[in-house]
């Protein structure tokens, strides 16, 4: 269980802004992916597919960094710092949920055989310039 988001940080997250996931690779360097996120209560959700290199990373450390800038005024931006839990339950319909939100419309189809996953962040620290 993380700590709880401020409303000005769940206007970030609720909002159409793009976030920016940092994960650590093997050999404990950083690895980068903009991301569609969305929000459950205190909790980030976003969806990816199974065995991609991000996905390796969180299961191997599930400590990450996430943030959000806000797509009208970049200088109002959050840093969420957390732990992920993965589960396979979901991913698809996340996935389209998110592309609605971004995109208005569904998000297609994967690769044949590819396992979309939802991953939550549960916050232990967030930072920014929000207000």
């Given at each position: 269980?993380?700590?709880?988001?401020?409303?000005?940080?769940?206007?970030l997250v609720d909002g159409k802004n793009y976030a920016t996931l940092a994960t650590i690779n093997a050999d404990?360097?950083?690895q980068t992916s903009?991301?569609?996120v969305g929000r459950d209560g205190d909790e980030l959700l976003f969806s990816t597919?199974?065995?991609r290199l991000k996905d390796r990373n969180m299961r191997r450390d599930p400590r990450v960094s996430v943030t959000i800038m806000d797509r009208a005024d970049p200088e109002r931006y959050t840093e969420i710092?957390?732990?992920v839990t993965i589960t396979s339950d979901g991913g698809r319909e996340l996935d389209d949920t998110l592309s609605w939100k971004y995109d208005g419309k569904d998000a297609g189809e994967d690769a044949p055989g590819a396992v979309r996953v939802v991953v939550r962040v549960a916050a232990d620290k967030v930072t920014g310039h929000v207000s």
């Amino acid at each position: 269980m993380g700590i709880p988001l401020s409303d000005a940080v769940r206007d970030l997250v609720d909002g159409k802004n793009y976030a920016t996931l940092a994960t650590i690779n093997a050999d404990g360097g950083p690895q980068t992916s903009a991301m569609w996120v969305g929000r459950d209560g205190d909790e980030l959700l976003f969806s990816t597919v199974a065995g991609r290199l991000k996905d390796r990373n969180m299961r191997r450390d599930p400590r990450v960094s996430v943030t959000i800038m806000d797509r009208a005024d970049p200088e109002r931006y959050t840093e969420i710092r957390g732990r992920v839990t993965i589960t396979s339950d979901g991913g698809r319909e996340l996935d389209d949920t998110l592309s609605w939100k971004y995109d208005g419309k569904d998000a297609g189809e994967d690769a044949p055989g590819a396992v979309r996953v939802v991953v939550r962040v549960a916050a232990d620290k967030v930072t920014g310039h929000v207000s």
